[in-house]
């Protein structure tokens, strides 16, 4: 064991009046789920951006005794510190804390009473205009054994539970089965989400691809293709035309992705006869159910456009905002990221941004709010926001996050997914039907999801239509 200690208690002899300890603690949703968790406390105030059904709810607020909770660790963890017991706390709330709050919490020692017992008037203030929130005093025992620790770190909590995308699988109950091409289904995970999706009654699939292969990896997946049509063709790219043509003739209502490049699934959907081309390019967007925050969050393009130019981006934006209504976010707030949260002429991003953020503005991409340039810091949480000064709808609590190029899409989508355990949902928009895209690594919530969103989007876009 380390001789290195990180932390001693104080004992009743040693404490003198006017001793003082502090934190600071980000206010997180996360910390708010968990709290409910451990508590029981499942009111939506404190849930609302979390809860499915919420209409109207306020921002996200802190359960009271969560921020008393953080006056007891400054007390327990630094004065008086291990050893010492509660006796009495009286809190008085003056303002509500918010998810994204940056909060201060003090202690201070106003009094020494007999039976060792120190008396500590509490603070906690938002440091972002040291408003006061909380107050009160509090009694505790003083320990009488002086103690030292090694370093103990607390485990990070991580919700591993993907809620929205439950939520948006169950939404497709309502819909009849969307009649889906599936080209090449030729190993177990491709095959097995279009069968786990079929299943679930959220597609009915056609199977394009060699016969042989298919059945060979259902007999290995030990399920059953019967009721299942399957189009025999050993070549993927006729696979794919023939998968085109389907739709073309309105057999089929979505493409998906098998065990094929997909470059030659896209060179069928664009062909220029009977393609799938709607006047507006061809993007991708992956839609992430992120543990612990309350809104799938989409990320736009990872995979197709390597460099877009303005216009390319304007319909990544517009494309993002029609799949973020079809799951159901009424007024989805895109932000368009860069380096830097200013408009700077030597960052093509930034100017990019902003000019994305005007177009919006005066009409010309609708449906949602953009916002522009955002860092990453500042688009996602509020309290970067805050900090920075920042003044928008969009910042701190973005739904879409438009990168500037496919390099930082997919790294930022791919972070989120093997670092932060999102599950990622992957579409290409701007066709006349939804194409859906999954990675070969991806898992079956995934391709449930993504056979989810493809449907809830066509019976949108149907409806408009």
Not at 4 to 31: P, V, W
Not at 264 to 280: I, Q
Not at 389 to 410: F, K, R, Y
Request: proline letters at 5%; one cysteine or more; a negative charge.
């Amino acid at each position: 064991m380390s001789d290195r200690f990180i932390s001693e208690n104080k004992t009743y002899d040693e404490i003198e009046i006017g001793d003082s300890a502090s934190l600071t603690r980000l206010a997180r949703e996360q910390d708010f789920l968990i709290f409910a968790n451990v508590s029981g406390n499942l009111n939506h105030y404190h849930l609302a951006a979390y809860a499915q059904e919420q209409e109207g709810l306020p921002e996200t607020f802190a359960p009271g005794l969560w921020i008393g909770s953080l006056i007891s660790a400054v007390m327990g963890n630094q004065i008086p510190g291990p050893g010492s017991v509660y006796k009495k706390q009286t809190l008085d709330f003056h303002e509500v804390c918010y998810a994204g709050d940056e909060l201060l919490v003090e202690v201070k020692v106003i009094a020494k009473l007999p039976n060792n017992v120190i008396r500590f008037e509490n603070r906690v203030t938002r440091t972002a205009d040291n408003r006061l929130l909380v107050s009160g005093e509090a009694d505790l025992y003083a320990p009488k054994t002086k103690m030292r620790f090694n370093a103990l770190p607390a485990p990070e909590l991580i919700l591993d539970h993907h809620p929205h995308f439950e939520a948006i699988i169950e939404r497709t109950q309502a819909l009849d089965p969307l009649i889906t091409a599936v080209v090449a289904p030729e190993e177990e995970r491709s095959l097995g989400g279009a069968l786990l999706a079929r299943k679930k009654g959220i597609i009915e699939p056609i199977l394009f691809g060699s016969k042989e292969r298919i059945h060979a990896v259902a007999k290995e997946l030990d399920q059953s293709l019967e009721g299942i049509e399957i189009i025999d063709e050993i070549d993927h790219a006729r696979a794919a035309s023939k998968a085109v043509d389907y739709i073309a003739d309105g057999t089929a209502g979505a493409l998906m992705k098998g065990h094929l490049h997909t470059d030659d699934l896209l060179r069928a959907a664009l062909r220029k006869e009977r393609g799938l081309r709607a006047g507006r390019r061809f993007t991708h967007v992956f839609v992430l159910d992120v543990p612990g925050l309350s809104h799938p969050l989409l990320v736009t393009d990872a995979a197709i456009n390597i460099q877009p130019d303005l216009k390319t981006k304007a319909d990544i934006v517009r494309n993002a905002i029609e799949v973020a209504i079809s799951i159901g976010i009424e007024v989805p707030k895109a932000g368009v990221l860069s380096a830097v949260e200013t408009v700077n002429p030597d960052i093509p991003s930034s100017m990019d941004a902003a000019l994305l953020s005007k177009m919006a503005e005066r009409g010309q991409i609708t449906g949602g709010i953009v916002d522009g340039p955002l860092a990453m810091d500042n688009a996602i949480d509020l309290a970067a926001a805050r900090t920075k000064g920042i003044t928008s709808e969009v910042a701190g609590q973005a739904d879409i996050l438009v990168v500037p190029n496919l390099d930082a899409g997919n790294m930022l989508a791919k972070q989120l997914a093997y670092i932060s355990h999102a599950e990622p949902a992957g579409l290409v928009l701007g066709a006349k039907v939804p194409i859906v895209l999954n990675s070969r690594s991806d898992g079956d919530l995934a391709r449930l999801a993504s056979c989810a969103i493809a449907s809830l989007h066509h019976a949108r876009i149907g409806k408009i239509s």
